[in-house]
């Protein structure tokens, strides 16, 4: 009796761990296809933006899959003395484009909102604003 109670605790462990590698490798591999905080960047025309001065916002994506998909991006522009502002980003080969006043200096907090079909991304960079 006692030696069959052991082996289905045995037999329910391995199938256990059989399950989770299964999900750790699935999951890895959904993981190379998902886009990465690295693989995006922000820049701005002029660099560095001037307060009062039309900015040119830019994110750029290093990821070949979702550089060449066709998504609905906004910035979501922060700063502690203002109220945000989330303004849409038109496409630009590879990259997302809006234009945007900084209304006065300081350091902004941008969250680059991406869609793509039933995928959303957010990314949060620091900007500089003179």
């Not at 059989?18 to 820049?43: D, H, I, N, P, Y």
């Not at 830019?58 to 994506?61: D, E, W």
């Not at 945007?100 to 969250?111: K, L, M, Q, R």
């Given at each position: 009796m006692h030696r069959f109670r052991h082996a289905k605790r045995t037999l329910g462990a391995i199938?256990?761990?059989?399950?989770?590698?299964?999900?750790?490798?699935?999951?890895?591999?959904?993981?190379?296809?998902?886009?990465?905080?690295?693989?995006?960047?922000?820049?701005?025309?002029?660099?560095p933006p001037a307060a009062g001065q039309e900015t040119k916002l830019?994110?750029?994506?290093e990821n070949a899959k979702?550089?060449?998909l066709e998504g609905e991006v906004q910035f979501q522009i922060n700063a502690k003395t203002e109220l945000p502002s989330l303004i849409d980003a038109v496409s630009n080969g590879g990259s997302y484009v809006s234009s945007?006043?900084?209304?006065?200096?300081?350091?902004?907090?941008?969250?680059i909102h991406f869609n793509f079909e039933d995928e959303h991304?957010?990314?949060t960079k620091q900007l500089q604003v003179k």
């Open positions: 199938a256990m761990l059989a399950g989770l590698l299964l999900l750790a490798a699935c999951g890895g591999a959904g993981r190379e296809q998902t886009l990465k905080f690295s693989e995006v960047s922000l820049s701005s025309e002029p660099s830019i994110a750029a994506i979702y550089a060449a945007y006043t900084f209304p006065s200096a300081g350091e902004y907090t941008i969250t991304f957010a990314f």
